[in-house]
Protein backbone atom coordinates (compact mmCIF):
# COMPACT_ATOMS: atom_id res chain seq x y z
CA UNK A 1 0.00 0.00 0.00
CA UNK A 2 1.64 3.30 -0.86
CA UNK A 3 0.77 5.78 1.61
CA UNK A 4 1.21 9.53 0.68
CA UNK A 5 4.54 10.39 2.16
CA UNK A 6 5.71 7.62 -0.37
CA UNK A 7 4.27 9.49 -2.89
CA UNK A 8 6.25 12.91 -1.73
CA UNK A 9 9.23 10.87 -1.72
CA UNK A 10 8.80 10.28 -5.31
CA UNK A 11 9.13 13.69 -6.06
CA UNK A 12 13.16 13.58 -4.79
CA UNK A 13 15.41 13.18 -7.84
CA UNK A 14 19.82 14.32 -7.45
CA UNK A 15 19.40 17.88 -7.28
CA UNK A 16 22.00 20.53 -8.29
CA UNK A 17 21.40 23.81 -5.49
CA UNK A 18 20.15 26.56 -7.93
CA UNK A 19 21.83 29.31 -6.23
CA UNK A 20 24.39 27.49 -3.58
CA UNK A 21 25.48 31.00 -2.10
CA UNK A 22 22.31 31.56 -0.40
CA UNK A 23 17.99 31.62 -0.36
CA UNK A 24 17.25 32.86 -4.00
CA UNK A 25 14.10 35.16 -2.82
CA UNK A 26 16.38 36.99 0.03
CA UNK A 27 18.95 37.35 -2.46
CA UNK A 28 16.92 39.45 -5.16
CA UNK A 29 15.03 41.34 -2.63
CA UNK A 30 18.53 42.14 -0.50
CA UNK A 31 16.44 40.29 2.82
CA UNK A 32 18.23 38.37 5.64
CA UNK A 33 17.73 34.72 6.62
CA UNK A 34 18.19 32.32 9.10
CA UNK A 35 19.09 28.73 8.11
CA UNK A 36 18.54 27.42 4.14
CA UNK A 37 16.36 24.49 2.89
CA UNK A 38 17.38 22.80 0.02
CA UNK A 39 14.33 21.93 -2.56
CA UNK A 40 14.79 17.76 -3.28
CA UNK A 41 12.61 18.09 -6.64
CA UNK A 42 14.13 21.14 -8.17
CA UNK A 43 17.15 22.35 -6.45
CA UNK A 44 15.49 25.65 -5.31
CA UNK A 45 17.35 26.65 -2.04
CA UNK A 46 15.02 28.68 0.25
CA UNK A 47 15.43 30.22 3.97
CA UNK A 48 13.88 28.25 6.99
CA UNK A 49 10.70 28.73 8.62
CA UNK A 50 12.60 30.32 11.49
CA UNK A 51 13.97 33.55 8.77
CA UNK A 52 11.68 36.21 8.34
CA UNK A 53 10.00 35.73 5.35
CA UNK A 54 9.81 31.52 4.90
CA UNK A 55 10.54 31.18 1.48
CA UNK A 56 11.58 27.24 1.47
CA UNK A 57 7.90 26.89 3.11
CA UNK A 58 6.35 29.30 0.14
CA UNK A 59 8.21 27.06 -2.31
CA UNK A 60 7.04 23.82 -1.30
CA UNK A 61 3.34 24.52 -1.08
CA UNK A 62 3.05 27.02 -4.08
CA UNK A 63 5.18 24.86 -6.47
CA UNK A 64 4.31 21.35 -4.74
CA UNK A 65 7.76 20.45 -3.89
CA UNK A 66 7.16 19.03 -0.37
CA UNK A 67 10.27 17.56 0.64
CA UNK A 68 13.40 19.77 1.54
CA UNK A 69 17.02 18.82 2.99
CA UNK A 70 18.96 21.29 5.16
CA UNK A 71 21.24 22.94 3.17
CA UNK A 72 23.32 23.49 6.11
CA UNK A 73 27.12 22.21 6.76
CA UNK A 74 27.06 19.27 8.52
CA UNK A 75 23.41 18.29 8.09
CA UNK A 76 21.51 15.83 5.56
CA UNK A 77 18.36 15.55 7.62
CA UNK A 78 14.98 16.08 5.30
CA UNK A 79 11.64 17.14 6.14
CA UNK A 80 7.69 16.80 4.47
CA UNK A 81 6.36 20.57 4.87
CA UNK A 82 2.68 18.69 4.10
CA UNK A 83 3.35 15.95 7.35
CA UNK A 84 5.70 18.23 9.66
CA UNK A 85 7.62 15.36 9.74
CA UNK A 86 11.46 14.28 9.46
CA UNK A 87 11.44 11.34 6.24
Not at 6 to 17: C, F, I, K, N, S
Amino acid sequence: MTTVVDEHLALVREVVPQTPQGCRECLIAGTPWVHLRLCLTCGHVGCCDSSPMKHARRHAFGIGHPIVRSFEPGENWRWCYVHQAFV
